[in-house]
DNA sequence: TCAAAAGTGTTATTGATACACCCATGA
DNA sequence: TCATGGGTGTATCAATAACACTTTTGA
């Protein structure tokens, strides 16, 4: 029974934009995500997720996609729901109930992406103190993309068309925090058939020349996803 | 920025609740889920999932709790969020906001649950051509439940509280559509410590009277679960 | 010719699967 | 003693991990 009844309450959609950068002290690549400082009460002045209220006319992922427009100026690689969190308690005042999004940006579109207002970059893993449950949620979101990686070929939302196997290796190792057997993750990426090679290799490197692939677009979708229009 | 706009939409919570039943023409054990028929418009007359508008002082699981206990008389033994549906022309008239539990009945209880008025039990993999977009909904989350017995002990939830492996090996032959090795259940079942021995047998059987285990509390919960305080 | 990363080959270990076989009970 | 499901043993096959080794380039 989905009932006309009138409420007192706001639903807004929150977005964990994910983007792969070199970390300040170690240089090893890892997740980032951008916050926004909050202007207003409550915990106004605290970072926290980009977000805002769900507009009549828009679906839910449109909202989450016009987030990351407004924060990162890109249009969504990939973008998710990842949870609805509603708590009565979450939001000091007024009742807000937040659908999050997660969201993967490329490394050659996240090179041109401009910040909006009140928007900084944090190593995602050292994000705290955030506004209402936020610290949770990137929590959560963290785990998720560390989980969905080892399952599912979301790492090719992280790289350019056409990549070599050591820069989407470097994805996975900067997901999972840790060094991967280059050997073994050819054969184990070849042999589930979601990259296909282009023919192509990359010129001027010291060393012999790697070998350029794409994804194969034919296995990259999984039965489990709700498909939405982005 | 969870912003204080005043919205003209209305949040429902909805739950896809299943239960273990014989299947009526081939006699197999097989997911079932309760639907209740709608009294009004839209979509007057037919079936959809038990569920009704978020109250103000509600958390969300315990809208869906609620929920459950209005249909089959029951409080929830497995509830875990599933979705939020959110598409804007997923309701004729107004906006609604769905966000989907779903919940697993355990067999002793399942006995003794009562209906609700316009409530009836359905074989979940028959359901279609219910209102709004809950055959999709249906469908995702037998998918999920399907996926999620490989990887997490949610069977455990479907049996009573001592139980044999034959018990729970029925659960996931219900679940998955098909028959399992006894021996080879027996050791991936033990191997991953999500059970241990009571000490205790069945007695009164034509045969080797089985063990009974119960599950262990200190390997049932995954990292990558929200908790919630259902 | 040397360094460095690409790419191949080989072996050991682990886990899944299939299935033969013994055990304990009531009829 | 027979039928029935509980429970154990074991061989086979596939996936994973570890690591030695060859290839190709620029410096």
Redesign the interface.
């Known amino acids: 029974?989905?009932?006309?009844?009138?409420?007192?309450?706001?639903?807004?959609v929150?977005t964990v934009v994910f983007a792969l950068r070199p970390h300040p002290s170690t240089g090893r690549t890892t997740p980032w995500l951008p916050l926004?400082r909050?202007i207003r009460e409550p915990y106004e002045g605290l970072w926290?997720l980009?977000?805002?209220?769900?507009e009549?006319?828009?679906?839910?992922a449109d909202s989450a996609g016009a987030t990351l427009l407004r924060t990162t100026g890109l249009a969504p690689r990939h973008l998710e729901?990842l949870?609805?969190f509603?708590?009565?308690d979450r939001?000091p005042g007024?009742?807000?109930?937040?659908?999050v999004y997660w969201a993967l940006v490329r490394r050659d579109e996240d090179a041109r992406a401009i910040d909006g207002d009140n928007v900084e970059w944090f190593v995602a893993d050292d994000v705290h103190g955030l506004a209402?449950d936020h610290d949770v949620i990137v929590r959560?979101a963290l785990?998720?993309l560390r989980?969905k990686i080892t399952y599912s070929p979301i790492a090719h939302a992280f790289v350019t068309d056409e990549f070599t196997l050591a820069q989407l290796r470097e994805v996975y190792e900067a997901v999972l925090g840790r060094a991967l057997d280059p050997a073994n993750f050819r054969r184990q990426i070849l042999a589930q058939g979601a990259v296909e090679p282009t023919g192509r290799h990359v010129t001027g490197t010291s060393h012999r020349p790697p070998a350029l692939y794409r994804s194969n677009p034919a296995h990259s979708r999984h039965?489990?996803t709700?498909e939405e229009t982005s």
Request: overall charge negative; glycine content about 6%.
């Open positions: 029974m989905e009932s006309t009844t009138q409420q007192c309450l706001s639903l807004a929150s926004v909050r926290a980009p977000g805002g209220p769900l009549d006319d828009q679906d839910l729901q949870y609805a509603g708590n009565v939001s007024e009742r807000v109930v937040s659908i209402f959560y785990d998720r989980a039965s489990l709700i």
